[in-house]
């Protein structure tokens, strides 16, 4: 697996995870606030997997990548 479907992989699981909580918590302030960790837990997480995991050549097509990009 490379590193870069690993980093989404991990983003995936961890907002997978963070809908769940969202869904199941009865305050509604607990619930918003727990899944807003989770989901910036999962962002924090995949990115230093990916910097551990992740050979040159990798890295520099994900910073080209972004720097193409519109947004």
Do not use: N
């Not at 989404?8 to 969202?22: E, G, H, P, Q, T």
């Not at 869904?23 to 924090?44: E, N, R």
Request: charged share 15%; hydrophobic share 65%; proline share 3%.
């Amino acid at each position: 697996m490379s590193a870069t479907a690993l980093k989404y992989l991990i983003i995936l699981v961890f907002w997978v995870a963070a809908l769940v909580a969202f869904m199941s918590m009865t305050p509604v302030w607990l619930a918003i606030l727990v899944a807003i960790i989770l989901a910036l837990a999962g962002a924090v997480v995949s990115q230093l997997a990916f910097k551990r995991l992740a050979m040159q050549q990798e890295i520099r097509d994900d910073l080209e990548a972004r720097a193409r990009s519109p947004d």
